[in-house]
Nanobody, 124 residues
């Protein structure tokens, strides 16, 4: 079992930045790739970014490239999502998830464990 807890969400104005954290516990953290997803009201959960087990490979949804950066600190069992130039359409609940697959997955079904989510609200 892997437990994931997101933090760092909040209310920000458009153009500002936020850094989300995903703290994990349980099994060996470095055995899992980690992804961030988000879900806005009335919409499906969508892929945001993901990072490989060792942190050497990252992948982003097209709309997040250049604005969001995913990173991980295996010594702290934590993954981060730095979000800059935030827009109102970034408003959503953000979830982190862990996957045991070797390749970085972008689909929700490929992730084995999920956190409870953290709300990000961007005002215009």
């Amino acid at each position: 079992q892997v437990q994931l807890v997101e933090s760092g969400g909040g209310l920000v104005q458009a153009g500002n930045s936020l850094r989300l954290s995903c703290a994990t516990s349980g099994r060996t953290f470095s055995d899992y790739g980690v992804g961030w997803f988000r879900q806005a009201p009335g919409k499906q959960r969508e892929f945001v970014a993901a990072i490989s087990r060792g942190g050497g490979n990252t992948y982003y949804a097209d709309s997040m490239k250049g604005r969001f950066t995913i990173s991980r600190d295996n010594a702290k069992n934590t993954v981060y999502l730095q979000m800059t130039s935030l827009k109102p359409e970034d408003t959503a609940v953000y979830y982190c998830a862990a996957s045991s697959r070797v390749a970085i997955p972008t689909k929700t079904y490929a992730y084995d464990y999920w956190g409870q989510g953290t709300q990000v609200t961007v005002s215009s």
